[in-house]
């Protein structure tokens, strides 16, 4: 068995696989990069709202999932605060805007509503 060192992993291989340790050591360093992120620790919940049985409005709640957090306290949803909550909500609005998705924030939340009604089948009778 030979150890190594690679970008700060140590990684253990037998002779003759040390190009697929290599692989895996990348894998492994992404995850460990995704998990150092803070942006992995940011959401969002949503809230349907509906009137005559068809959505009208989605309520989009930024939620922080403690990345300052120790790590064993990651992971538990807190609503986040307010500078936080808005980092969320523009980033979300800026990434929906190539689906045509428009997203208002107002007090802290995010609001969709359709741009169309959404078809009900019971209209289909």
Known sequence: MTLFVWKGLIIASADGIKGFCLALAVKLKAVVAARADPIFYESVIAKSLYNENRLAEIHLFPIDLGHSKRFA?????????TVKASLI??????????????????????IVRPALPVPNHNDAR
């Open 73 to 81: 306290n990651r992971g538990v949803p807190s609503l986040a605060d």
């Open 89 to 110: 909500l523009e980033r979300l609005q800026k990434l929906s805007e190539p689906f045509g998705t428009k997203i208002t924030i107002k007090d802290g939340v995010g």
